[in-house]
């Protein structure tokens, strides 16, 4: 009964359009009356607990990186990089794109910034260059989702606040997973692109590669200050977010000499506003949180999946079929919080890494950003390219069944993470 009331509370606000931050904080009151511990006192203190957290800052600061990122000229300096490196292939276009997002998601790890940028740029390219405009849109938001799993990543921190799990140990362990979801898409975009007769860029001299890497030179340097100094333990993920948005915006004004005070202005203002609507939600899911706890909600989830709890294999699969149902309603962050708490009891049960679950979890709602009906970055192509929804959804099929073919890939052979992350740990 109790998980009744709180899931259809939940999703009847949700139905009637009621924005999802405010249906938690009301799905939180109704678990509240039915287990008589309404108090105005502590539904307001749990909300400011919620937003009380020192690691959500890094949340800001990469939004606001991927911002400057893309107003201060380092996402076309990579773009131009990658065009110079592997745009003469046949379907080099849609290499580019790939090679772009990997790229670009170790700098800010907003798959919607980084959708967006990409879109801009690459999929006029593409379209006149003779591409099917549904299949460039779709290989560029399955490109875009790569961004929360190649740390930096603001997904990464979200959960490892509301899960308590290592943030650091999160962005290491992302690295070879992103990596494999990028190669997932370029197999499957050879294998479509090769079916069109679209005539490649000719090739970039090593003159021109040269003059490319000199002016990206500054973007790329980014990630690695961010992942050496992760794993030198010179800075936590928090401080590393502030290094990340200073360095951007230094460079984007002091060496690059794109972005305007006007425009500075402009691009705090969006990265404020976005991290308002995060930080709200997190606030309002920390008051269903600590409820699902007092309602020991999670011991009932144990007991549901029971059957499951001897084979870590089974239980993955299982779980991860739930998250890829939920990702097809829901966006990313309110997934990431309403799940985390009722999943991470059954997997400590289970005795799965915290860590591994966590890489897994984050790579399927990324994967739901591109999940219709919802698909957050699906509308973002849509509306940058000025296509229907229906023709993005159907360019983004076969590239989103390689991506979670490469999940599940992962569930079946869990060294593919634990592995490269112990190393990239030391």
């Known amino acids: 009964m109790t998980v009744f009331i709180f899931l259809g509370s939940l999703l009847a606000a949700m139905a009637i359009g009621i924005p999802i931050a405010y249906s938690l904080l009301l799905s939180g009151v109704a678990l509240m009356w039915h287990l008589d511990l309404f108090d105005a006192q502590i539904l307001a203190q749990n909300v400011i607990n919620g937003a009380d957290s020192f690691p959500l ?24 990089l990658a065009l110079t490196l592997v745009g003469h292939r046949r379907g080099g276009l849609g290499f580019v794109a790939i090679v772009a997002a990997c790229l670009m998601a170790a700098l800010s790890g907003s798959a919607v910034a980084d959708t967006a940028a990409l879109a801009a740029l690459l999929l006029p390219m593409m379209v006149r260059a003779g591409h099917d405009k549904a299949r460039a849109g779709g290989l560029i938001a399955s490109a875009g989702i790569i961004a929360p799993i190649i740390p930096p990543s603001i997904g990464f921190v979200i959960f490892g606040v509301a899960a308590n799990v290592s943030i650091s140990k999160l962005f290491l362990a992302g690295i070879v997973p992103g990596l494999l979801m990028g190669l997932a898409i370029a197999g499957t975009w050879w294998w479509v692109a090769k079916k069109e007769a679209v005539v490649p860029p000719p090739k970039a001299t090593n003159a021109e590669r040269l003059k490319a890497l000199k002016e990206s030179a500054w973007a790329l340097f980014l990630p690695v200050i961010v992942l050496v100094g992760l794993k030198m333990g010179v800075f936590t993920p928090t401080e590393a977010a502030v290094v990340a948005a200073v360095y951007a915006l230094l460079v984007a004004t002091l060496v690059y000499r794109e972005m305007t005070w006007r425009q500075t202005v402009d691009v705090f203002v969006s990265a404020a506003r976005t991290t308002a609507v995060i930080m709200f939600l997190v606030a309002a899911a920390m008051v269903s949180a600590w409820l699902i706890t007092v309602a020991d909600i999670p011991s009932k989830m144990v007991g549901l999946l029971e059957p499951f709890m001897d084979n870590q294999t089974l239980l993955l699969i299982a779980i991860m079929l739930l998250v890829m149902a939920v990702g ?31 890489v897994l979890f984050i790579m399927n709602n990324a994967i739901g950003l591109i999940t219709p009906p919802v698909g957050t970055v699906l509308n973002v192509v849509a509306g940058v390219g000025r296509m229907k929804m229906d023709d993005v959804t159907r360019g983004v099929l076969p590239f989103m069944t390689a991506q979670f073919a490469v999940m599940f890939l992962l569930v079946f052979f869990p060294g593919l993470v634990t592995v490269p992350a112990r190393w990239f740990a030391g």
Do not use: Q, W
Not at 68 to 76: A, D, E, F, K
Not at 335 to 350: D, G, H, N, R
């Open 57 to 80: 800052l890094a949340v800001p600061f990469f939004m606001l990186a991927g911002e400057i990122m893309n107003v201060g000229g380092l996402s076309r300096r990579i773009v131009a």
């Open 328 to 358: 097809t309603a829901m966006d990313m962050t309110p997934t990431i919080l309403i799940m985390t708490p009722v999943l991470m009891p059954v997997v400590k049960a289970a005795g799965i890494d915290p860590v591994y679950f966590g």
